[in-house]
């Protein structure tokens, strides 16, 4: 059906990793059996190759299994693409992505995933001194920066005091245990501190 079309040597490992299903002692047992990862590979006995062999009966299946997701691409824009929104589950891959992979790697589609497990918003700001004195106003506050701004002011008079106060080599050590041993009421008098 490709004609004189050849897939070019340097893509054929990405072909049949579409393919190949990933065993080794990490690996996850599962029951739900990939429809499209229907090959295994191993190290050829002799030799310093890879070889490949069928690992399920699912591979009977991998025309109609794919023949069905292309019948769900019906081109839904006015620039002749395919547009679809697919929900992230955890743990399991998105269905149609090995057919998508297969297609590019033919040269017979392209594709464009955007969004994913770390979806970003880009946000441009027009007006940064507007957004500045609303932020400064007095309007809005914002709870979590109001407590890393304390909590750095308290930090900062911790070690004002900490190379302040005059103490001993074994006195400052002391000290340093009781900080990390979360003993507050210990370091605030030391080094008289007070709320």
């Known amino acids: 059906m490709l004609g004189e079309k050849v897939i070019p040597h340097d893509k054929a490992g990405m072909l049949l990793d579409i393919f190949t299903e990933s065993v080794n002692e990490d690996a996850a047992y599962s029951q739900s059996r990939s429809r499209v990862r ?76 955007r969004g994913g497990e770390k979806a970003e918003v880009f946000i441009r700001i027009n007006d940064p001194e507007k957004l500045e004195r609303l932020a400064t106003s007095g309007k809005y506050t914002n709870g979590v920066l109001q407590s890393i701004q304390e909590h750095h002011r308290n930090n900062e008079r911790l070690l004002t005091a900490f190379f302040s106060v005059d103490m001993n080599d074994d006195e400052r050590w002391e000290l340093i245990e009781q900080y990390f041993l979360g003993n507050e009421e210990y370091v605030r008098r030391i080094l008289h501190i007070t709320d």
Request: glycine letters at 6%; charged letters at 15%; hydrophobic letters at 45%.
């Open 38 to 113: 229907v090959l295994r590979s191993r190290k050829m006995l002799g030799a310093d190759e890879t070889g490949y062999f069928v690992s399920s009966a699912a591979y009977a299946r991998l025309p109609n299994f794919f023949i069905h997701q292309i019948g769900q691409c019906g081109v839904n824009t006015e620039d002749n693409s395919f547009f679809q929104f697919y929900p992230l589950v955890q743990n399991k891959q998105i269905e149609i992505m090995p057919l998508l992979r297969f297609m590019e790697l033919l040269g017979l589609a392209t594709y464009e995933i």
